[in-house]
């Protein structure tokens, strides 16, 4: 029952148009920024290295090298604050925390990118929801 | 507990409480039992649990015995008219600034009474630690892990002193039962009112376990200038604490 309740309470804050992301794609994370009375967005780009949490709750680490130095951040996925995700590189993660990312330098830091055929393979699960949308039609 | 975002975009923490619906039970008055004070429920238990008593209290006037009361004159104190209540509690008037003139049996208090309140005071009943070291149950900083202590490293330091007063003081904090005893959390910020689903959120934790009951009231420190007295009620607690 307070499980129920929590969801409703979660419902409120969840966001509806969060782009989908894997752990491992390259994102630029465009952020809402108040200075003073004047809203402006600013771009925080790097690799994905985890995603935790549920619900309301969830967020994301976001991982980039700024002058030889790594800098992690994270997002609630849900905040109101976060303008939009959006995909720049996907690349492939055999785990769902890159944590080992943190101990590489230089061109070990680098993933693979997905191939195209994984990619066509993402990119086919829409059509397929389509695809079963038009036999529910 | 869960958390919401506020309109800057930051997280709050809170804790959701499903605040009513509570019937009003009884109204004691001066009059009557010598005190004034109302009395609420919240959440209902199946009849067969209920004492006669408390299912005499709330019970419909229709019933055969009520009809065979009446019939033969006897007067009959007003009754909610509701299932019987897991959860009862009275709430006096006085120094908390609590007014509950107005209040009838019968009426039903919903999470509406918070409408406008800045903050509330819960008091709840905190969750059961069993025996319990002097660590957790007072803080203590217990000994070091090394340089000579044995087997000590989470005990007290010493308990008290020498020949004089060779005795250890009354009310020395040692280890024992922790947990399990009536708790207040004071001046909790009212995060939201939502009177749809009868739910409170209030920013940080409360006492007790997931699922408890609690009391909510206008809290009783003081605030800014501003914000009356409001009606207390008894709540249920319901959404997580972690």
Known sequence: MSQKILAKVEASSLKSDVAPFAIGDTVDVHTRILEGDKERIQIFNGVVIARAGSGSRETFTVRRIVAGEGVERKFPIHSPKIAKIEVKRSGVARRAKLYYLRDRVGKSVRLKEKRAETTEGTAAKPAKAAKKKTVKA | MTQVFDDAGGVVPVTVIEAGPCPVLFVRSVDRDG????????????????????????????????????????????????????????????????????????????????????????????????????????????????????????????????????????????????????????????????????????????????????????????????????????????????
């Open chain 2, 35 to 242: 005190y004034e004070a109302v009395q609420v429920g919240f959440a209902d238990k199946p009849r067969r649990l209920a004492s006669r008593s408390v299912r005499g209290q709330v019970a419909k006037l229709d019933s055969r015995r009520g009809k065979r009361l009446a019939e033969a004159g006897v007067a009959s104190l007003p009754k909610a008219n509701s299932e019987p209540k897991r959860f009862v509690r009275e709430f006096r008037p006085g120094k908390n600034g609590l007014d509950v003139s107005g209040l009838s049996v019968g009426q039903v208090l919903t999470v509406s009474v918070f409408e406008g309140v800045d903050a509330v005071d819960v008091t709840g009943t905190t969750k059961g630690r069993g025996t319990a070291g002097v660590m957790k149950r007072h803080g203590f900083k217990g000994q070091r892990a090394s340089h000579g202590v044995k087997k000590v490293h989470r005990h007290q330091g010493g308990t008290s002193m020498n020949t004089s007063p060779a005795r250890v003081f009354k009310g020395k904090r040692m280890a024992g039962r922790f947990g399990n005893e009536r708790s207040t959390m004071r001046n909790l910020k009212v995060v939201r009112v939502d009177a749809e689903n009868n739910l409170l959120l209030v920013r940080g934790a409360i006492p007790g376990p997931n699922g408890g009951f609690v009391i909510v009231r206008k809290t009783n420190k003081l605030q800014r200038v501003g914000g009356g007295p409001a009606p207390a009620a008894a709540k249920k607690k319901a959404g997580g604490k972690k």
